[in-house]
């Protein structure tokens, strides 16, 4: 499996970001595809997840009480690639993020890192004036 992220940045507060998830047509089929995020001293955290293509055609999402209504998790089969659309960002929001990839075929997905089968690179988001 190879996922890599791009899209990270230097943003100010209340501003709106895109991060994007580029993997293979395989992985979006068959592996749940989550964001995580991890600030310094920090644990890593999941931030929201996507089931896979044969969990769920349209995708089931599942986010982190903290993003909710903030952050937007997307697919797009056509180009491959996940999608995590942040608004009205705040400093709290600073760290590393990364995409995660868990076999699953079930129409679900969960916040969970320990269980995730695959790991890119991580791109760093910042959140400051």
């Known amino acids: 499996l190879q996922l890599v992220e791009s899209g990270g940045g230097l943003v100010q507060p209340g501003g709106s970001l895109t991060l994007s998830c580029a993997v293979s047509?395989?992985?979006?089929?068959?592996?749940?595809i989550g964001w995580y995020r991890q600030a310094p001293g920090n644990e890593r955290e999941g931030v929201a997840c996507?089931?896979?293509?044969?969990?769920?055609?349209?995708?089931?999402?599942n986010y982190a009480a903290s993003v909710k209504g903030r952050f937007t998790i997307s697919r797009d089969t056509n180009k491959n690639s996940v999608y995590l659309r942040m608004n009205n960002l705040t400093p709290g929001d600073t760290a590393t993020y990364y995409c995660?990839?868990?076999?699953?075929?079930?129409?679900?997905?969960?916040?969970?890192?320990?269980?995730?089968?695959?790991w890119g690179q991580g791109t760093q988001v910042t959140i400051s004036s």
């Open positions: 047509s395989t992985t979006l089929r068959d592996y749940a």
């Open positions: 996507i089931s896979s293509i044969t969990g769920s055609v349209s995708g089931v999402t």
């Open positions: 995660a990839a868990q076999y699953q075929l079930a129409p679900l997905c969960i916040l969970y890192a320990p269980d995730q089968d695959s």
